[in-house]
């Protein structure tokens, strides 16, 4: 069984920072990616930024140079630094994790449950 768990999610104004956390629990033999995506109602779910181990991380154009990811891997955590936040940053946030768990030979893909991130002008 494993959980992500996040955290870090508010009401921000424009031109501020938030740090969103998501911590991954229980059975896990090995992490190889960990990342986080947005969605607004109507919308696709999009990719905002990953990290995969020995890779360098990835970030969507939008968020390119304000936003920051990082693993501590010694707590199976994931952090996203974003600033200068803007009104189009409002959207739910979504923790996603490739975990192979326990004994088991594949990786699956694990999602957090969200958290809003509400950006106001």
């Known amino acids: 069984q494993v959980q992500l768990v996040e955290s870090g999610g508010g009401l921000v104004q424009a031109g501020g920072s938030l740090e969103l956390s998501c911590t991954a629990s229980g059975s896990i033999f090995s992490i190889h990616a960990m990342g986080w995506y947005r969605q607004v109602p109507g919308k696709q779910r999009e990719l905002v930024a990953e990290i995969i181990s020995g890779g360098t991380p990835n970030y969507a154009d939008s968020v390119k140079g304000r936003a920051t990811i990082s693993r501590n891997d010694t707590k199976n955590t994931v952090y996203l630094q974003m600033n200068r936040l803007k009104p189009e940053d409002t959207a739910v946030y979504y923790c996603?994790?490739?975990?192979?768990?326990?004994?088991?030979?594949?990786?699956?893909?694990?999602w957090g449950q969200g958290t809003q991130v509400t950006v106001s002008s």
């Open positions: 996603n994790a490739r975990i192979t768990a326990g004994a088991l030979k594949y990786f699956d893909y694990y």
